[in-house]
């Protein structure tokens, strides 16, 4: 059994219900929940557009990494995301979505394919990866930089807006989620 750090992000349309159907989809196809952050409001990251709301997401799952990247990438295609990141010149170009699901961590592994990073090459970089992943796992030590969420925060020159969003549904649905599967 690995533990599997999530990043989820939506800023299409009903952006709750994306995020709240994709934890659903997460719990019964990926592996057990274990813990949802707070979710988290920001500004769209390197493009003008609305705002995001973000969450993380522990779980255990006895899935490789390649199939949770699958697996993934067909729940977000469930729920509507037709659009991936394009890359012009070397340069990521973003775009609006109905819902984004990144594969933070995967136990302590190192993985560099051509269609899988992880842990993800970004994640150091964005305050809404880190301060909702704080609140998951303060001093899980990343396997590259070899510094805990907290010391990656500290570093982090993203300076965006990102604070709680006022309406969080995550403690109630964790608790509905763990015990459907008892």
Known sequence: MSIVYLSLGSNK???LNYLKFAIEHINSELG???AISDIWE??????????YLNLTIKLKSELTPQEILKKTQNIEKKLGRTNKTKFINGKAKYSSRTIDIDILFYDNEIINS???IIPHPNLH???FVLKPL???TSEFVHPIFKKNIK?????C???GKIEIFKENFQKELLFNLQNSKK
């Open 13 to 15: 349309e009903n952006r």
């Open 32 to 34: 057990d929940i274990i």
């Open 42 to 51: 920001s500004e769209s990251w390197n493009y003008s557009d609305n705002d």
């Open 114 to 116: 051509k269609n899988l």
């Open 125 to 127: 970089l964005r305050m």
């Open 134 to 136: 704080l609140q998951i």
């Open 151 to 155: 010391q990656l925060i500290k570093e």
């Open 157 to 159: 020159k993203d300076d």
